[in-house]
């Protein structure tokens, strides 16, 4: 009877991780966000968008249906935009997918999630960074391996551009006036 109490419980606790995956993953992705731009070395604290911004959503609600049974890869069926950055590379795309991991494995522990869901979480996340990561290279090498886990969305080459901000020194007049 205990045993049947706990499987009882650990399915009430995994469907409410999976409905709040699928129906809060605005939560979930803005406190990725607050880490994101927290981490001091990252392109986002400096003002660069993230590379996973547009997708950390929809991919949290196509992990909610993993949790609720779905069989397929919540990767592939993520219809998102993923920009990469050859200039980036692939450390700053292991950086952004490490810190939506460690969200989405803190939000299963505060809501209940065992291991069972932990290994789920992990599984999805691995297999979107050994993807993005497999489009990056082949990006920039033609010949390289295709990603074994096909992206459901839209993937597009994000260029970076130097920024040109003019500096002029106070002593040099440059014919403009300056109000104070």
Not at 78 to 100: I, M
Not at 134 to 142: E, F, T, V
């Amino acid at each position: 009877m205990r045993k049947a109490l706990d499987m009882s419980e650990r399915g009430r606790k995994a469907a409410v991780l999976a409905r709040f995956f699928r129906q809060q993953p605005d939560r979930i992705s803005a406190l990725w966000r607050r880490m994101v731009l927290a981490a001091p070395d990252s392109d986002a604290s400096q003002g660069a968008p993230t590379q996973l911004d547009n997708l950390v959503e929809p991919f949290i609600r196509e992990l909610g249906r993993t949790l609720a049974g779905e069989e397929s890869s919540p990767w592939s069926r993520t219809r998102a935009v993923l920009r990469l950055s050859a200039h980036r590379g692939a450390r700053a795309l292991y950086d952004e997918f490490a810190a939506l991991r460690r969200c989405l494995v803190d939000a299963s522990e505060v809501l209940g999630g065992g291991d069972w869901e932990r290994e789920r979480i992990n599984r999805a996340v691995d297999e979107a960074v050994d993807s993005a990561v497999a489009l990056l290279q082949r990006m920039k090498d033609p010949r390289a391996d295709g990603p074994r886990v096909p992206f459901g969305g839209l993937v597009v080459e994000y260029f970076e551009r130097p920024s040109r901000t003019r500096r002029v020194s106070p002593d040099t007049g440059d014919g403009r006036t300056a109000m104070h």
